[in-house]
């Protein structure tokens, strides 16, 4: 089987050393290992980092069952720059012409949603030249903007995006099949769709790589300390990600505060990551001398500081509508219990499994209760990061996930794959 995973947001370089790959990354790599050939499109501009791997639409082989097509676009500065906008219409564009340029096509396509315009790209493509195409849900576009209205002007959202919400259901009712991270993302896709669930709609989680964490070595203990000046001997409340507007680090400093007022000097926030209001966040840190900003961490970097730490923090914000990120896998993955403002799927997993504590977002009071609460009793400390860590393994080890992807991409092959003549 043939497949093209087309994708707006993957880090780059692909398979390159301490890059942990993220979705498309992890399913590509899943299927040439077994046995079938991917392509696996996305910009040569990285997200994340803002700097362009590639700046030409050109094609790489990693291996010989394993191809990357880098599309051609302009990039932007950061998150919110308008060029970001028309980066996303040229690779849209640059990936429909370079398509219809291919004298072979694959038996399937995957994209996912966001972009809408890469996704409409991929969809009217599929449709054209007749190729089953799956949509898989990871972020709720648009509607990710409805936060920005108040209660009383919610309506506004539905005249101002009436477009893209348009968009989205063509894309969707396009799809022979739709994917998605969870099942409120999928609930979501179906009703946007306009029609009946059917046995091709398949949630698949996230997850987390499958890692090895062990008791962290004095050498690497002292690699920390002289790095980024970080007291091991401390309880290490840990957070990681890409600043944006779903994250809540306004009253992560706030909780750091309280804990201060009320002679908590044992209990160290670290802040890793990258993004929006960046700067802001470094300056915060600085003013408050139990809270540690450390930037970006390479993979290998990451792996020491959640051997390292003692809690996971998941601190979203009252109006993120992620449903099962990927987040609290990766505490999960290293034993740490979570610490959770997120409601929905991902509070009921946490109170059902006992794998940490839900706590009201924008709530400075309700998280530091909860951190002083994880202090006073390290035995349910240990209990949560274990029953986290038997969780994860059962059920949201990536491995296991993309695999079992795989084996549902050879049945939607076997249903309607593409059998014909290439161009027919």
Not at 185 to 201: N, P, Q
Request: proline content about 4%; charged content about 25%.
């Amino acid at each position: 089987m043939f497949i093209w995973n087309v994708t707006l947001y993957e880090p780059l370089p692909v398979g390159g050393k301490n890059i942990r790959p993220m979705r498309s990354g992890l399913l590509s790599n899943s299927f040439y290992k077994s046995g079938h050939n991917v392509e696996l499109w996305l910009p040569g501009f990285e997200h994340v980092h803002h700097f362009h791997y590639q700046k030409e639409s050109v094609r790489e082989a990693l291996n010989e069952k394993y191809n990357i097509q880098y599309i051609k676009g302009c990039g932007y500065t950061n998150d919110t720059n308008p060029k970001r906008l028309i980066h996303n219409k040229q690779i849209a564009q640059e990936f429909y012409r370079l398509a219809k340029s291919r004298s072979v096509l694959p038996d399937l396509i995957i994209t996912q949603i966001p972009s809408l315009e890469l996704a409409e790209a991929v969809t009217k493509f599929a449709e054209e030249f007749n190729v089953p195409v799956i949509v898989d849900i990871r972020d709720l576009w648009p509607d990710v903007y409805k936060g920005f209205f108040p209660d009383w002007c919610k309506f506004l959202y539905g005249i101002f995006f009436q477009s893209e919400i348009r968009r989205v259901r063509r894309i969707l009712r396009k799809a022979n099949a739709i994917t998605a991270v969870s099942k409120k993302f999928l609930e979501w896709g179906i009703d946007h769709a306009k029609r009946d669930v059917t046995v091709y709609d398949r949630v698949f989680h996230i997850g987390y790589p499958a890692e090895e964490f062990t008791q962290i070595s004095k050498n690497r203990l002292e690699y920390i300390e002289n790095k980024y000046r970080i007291n091991p001997k401390k309880m290490i409340v840990f957070f990681a990600g890409t600043f944006c507007d779903s994250y809540d680090l306004d009253t992560v400093f706030k909780s750091a505060a309280i804990l201060l007022e009320k002679h908590f000097f044992d209990v160290e926030f670290i802040i890793a990551g990258r993004g929006k209001n960046e700067k802001l966040i470094q300056k915060i840190c600085n003013n408050l001398n139990n809270v540690s900003f450390v930037g970006w961490l390479d993979a290998n970097e990451l792996k020491l500081f959640l051997e390292l730490s003692t809690i996971g923090l998941a601190p979203y914000s009252k109006n993120a509508l992620m449903s099962l990120p990927n987040k609290p896998f990766e505490y999960m993955a290293a034993s740490l219990p979570i610490l959770n403002s997120l409601k929905g799927e991902l509070t009921q997993l946490i109170d059902e499994k006992k794998v940490g504590i839900n706590y009201q977002a924008g709530d400075a009071s309700s998280l530091s209760d909860s951190i002083m609460f994880l202090f006073n009793n390290p035995q349910e400390v240990l209990c949560m990061g274990s029953q986290g860590k038997k969780i994860f393994d059962n059920s949201f080890n990536s491995e296991n996930i993309y695999l079992d992807f795989v084996k549902y991409l050879e049945v939607l092959n076997n249903e309607f794959g593409r059998k014909k003549d290439r161009r027919n």
